[in-house]
């Protein structure tokens, strides 16, 4: 009779839109270099259309899910989960930190020890900001609108808990969300600085500042081993003058730019609009209509498969997922840097020395940068997270859009590869 074997349970969770193949490179190069120490769960069980339905209808499904698994490797040895750790994407992050409060709620790590806890590219405090222009205006009522509660939770508007958002509740210390996630070992995350217009550093960094707005002011130095990596940053105070010759170049490609964007959108946006009119509009609809069976049957305190459709739906793909990444790219390619917030409620260290290189490794502000404005309940948010210790990797990707390239998600983004090796070889400990 063969002897039990110790087994460290490693869960990924993809992001909104999102199906396991968007993590197919990351999970390859993972299970090659760890695979005979882990076992593997690439959920799917929010594929596509289901990731609009709401982090905390996302985060129930993938606790199914991962007492699924955990049920068929029991059955099918005598093999013992001992271990934990869970990975997200993006969305994925924010059902993760949903999904191991509920865990902890049912008792899951009184037995199983949680290890890692790490987002890439996660919007840890959501994608609102506090911006007067119109284009930002309908760019955010679309995405509450059209995208269900997902988009209401992401800009702050969902009534999770009275009229608490849900992603400033899980932030709570006293709620079962934030006692998870303190629970594990490590905390670590992946926050792009620049080209990720669907997710922008700070908010995937937990930060209150965005120095990477202004990149050329900025001295930088980068990993030694894994270049796309920055180490640490210190803003230069006597910026050299611009030489005529350049200057006139930078000016015509900012206009070039803009002329771009002038000529294309009469052209894209009726048929982008188009396409949110039918396919996103379905979609929102559909979710709207799932997430109040869920919510009527467990107010009735029935079991439900939560991952059921009701009715026929119109199946999410990539074009769909590009569509949306294609309008928040271009509500962010024509946005300016936001002024600064008067108060801050960050009970971080601030730099004192606006001369004082900045560490990267455990970023949150700095006095030598402007503060995003958010509101009142994204504050909270930040300065709750970050009473835990994060290890944050900071990352700058050479590519148009950085949000796919962190995670390799496709063919056509592969400009991630280091970042992903850096996770493989270095980030992830059994």
């Known amino acids: 009779m063969s002897s039990s074997k110790e087994i460290?349970?490693?869960?990924f969770s993809h992001g909104l839109w999102g199906n396991p193949s968007h993590?197919?490179?990351?999970?390859e190069q993972f299970e090659e270099k760890h695979g005979d120490n882990v076992h593997i769960l690439n959920a799917k069980c929010n594929s596509s259309k289901y990731t609009y339905d709401g982090i905390n209808v996302c985060g129930d499904r993938l606790v199914e899910e991962i007492h699924a698994e955990v049920k068929s490797l029991q059955d099918k040895?005598?093999?013992?989960i001992t271990k934990f750790s869970i990975i997200g994407y993006?969305?994925?992050?924010?059902?993760?930190?949903?999904?191991i409060g509920i865990l902890y709620q049912q008792g899951f790590f009184k037995l199983i020890e949680p290890i890692l806890f790490i987002t890439f590219a996660t919007p840890h405090l959501g994608i609102r900001r506090e911006d007067n222009k119109t284009f930002t205006k309908i760019v955010t009522w679309m995405s509450s609108t059209l995208l269900s509660q997902t988009g209401e939770q992401l800009i702050f508007v969902d009534k999770y808990e009275g009229?608490?958002?849900i992603l400033l509740s899980m932030t709570r210390p006293d709620k079962i969300f934030f006692i998870a996630l303190s629970e594990f070992k490590y905390r670590k995350l992946y926050a792009n600085t620049r080209n990720d217009r669907t997710v922008p550093f700070w908010t995937a960094a937990i930060s209150e500042i965005d120095p990477f707005e202004n990149f050329d002011e900025l001295e930088i130095v980068t990993n030694e081993k894994f270049g796309d990596?920055?180490?640490?940053?210190?803003?230069?105070e006597n910026v050299q003058k611009i030489p005529f010759n350049q200057m006139l170049t930078n000016t015509i490609k900012e206009v070039l730019r803009y002329l771009l964007v002038a000529v294309a959108t009469p052209i894209l946006l009726p048929l982008w609009i188009i396409f949110v009119l039918s396919t996103i509009t379905v979609q929102g609809i559909m979710s709207r209509r799932r997430v109040r069976k869920i919510s009527a049957m467990k107010t009735k305190n029935s079991n439900i498969d939560s991952s059921k459709d009701f009715g026929t739906a119109i199946g999410a793909t990539s074009l769909e997922e590009d569509a949306v990444e294609t309008a928040l790219n271009i509500k962010n390619f024509l946005a300016t840097s936001?002024?600064?917030t008067p108060k801050s409620l960050s009970n971080s260290k601030l730099f004192e020395n606006t001369s004082t290189s900045a560490s990267m490794s455990e970023f949150t502000t700095s006095l030598q940068f402007p503060r995003v404005r958010v509101c009142q309940a994204q504050c909270e948010a930040f300065s709750n997270l970050n009473k835990l210790k994060w290890e944050k990797y900071v990352v700058f990707l050479d590519a148009f859009n950085a949000h796919a390239a962190i995670v390799v998600r496709n063919r056509l983004h592969t400009k991630g590869k280091e970042i992903i090796k850096h996770f493989v070889e270095e980030a992830f400990i059994i």
Do not use: C, F, Q
């Open 8 to 11: 460290h349970l490693v869960v």
């Open 23 to 27: 993590l197919k490179y990351l999970v």
């Open 229 to 236: 990596i920055i180490e640490s940053i210190s803003k230069i």
């Open 163 to 165: 009229d608490e958002p």
């Open 77 to 80: 040895s005598s093999n013992k």
């Open 338 to 340: 936001s002024p600064t």
């Open 90 to 99: 993006s969305l994925g992050g924010l059902i993760s930190r949903y999904a």
